[in-house]
Nanobody, 116 residues
């Protein structure tokens, strides 16, 4: 099983960024997918989630700027970040959870650094 995250990097405040997570080895359509982020010294937090039936949830702090989407054909989940802010600087992780068994998997993380 592999969750390969990509799209991170150094961006300037106000720019947009799109992260992508490609899965392999799982029946993607049966997984709820999340994007988490983590900064040094803090717990990893879920910022956006898309369920297997395509319902979307966001943490309040990112509503209106983060857009999560899934593509069951290509087995990917994307996170679009509009108008990035310095506080978006973090390592972003892709996470999968099976809707029946609860089995979970993590991707390796991709670093997003926002300069002001």
């Amino acid at each position: 099983v592999q969750l390969q995250a990509s799209g991170g990097g150094l961006v300037q405040a106000g720019e947009s960024l799109r992260l992508s997570c490609r899965s392999s080895g799982i029946s993607f359509a049966f997984y709820d997918m999340d994007w988490y982020r983590q900064t040094p010294g803090k717990d990893r937090e879920s910022v956006a989630a898309v369920t297997a039936d395509d319902s979307k949830l966001y943490v309040d702090s990112v509503k209106g700027r983060f857009i999560i989407s899934r593509d069951n054909t290509n087995e990917t989940v994307d996170l679009q970040i509009l108008s990035v802010k310095p506080e978006d600087t973090a390592v972003y992780y892709c996470h999968a959870r099976h809707i029946l068994t609860g089995m979970t998997y993590w991707g390796q993380g991709t670093q997003v650094t926002v300069s002001s």
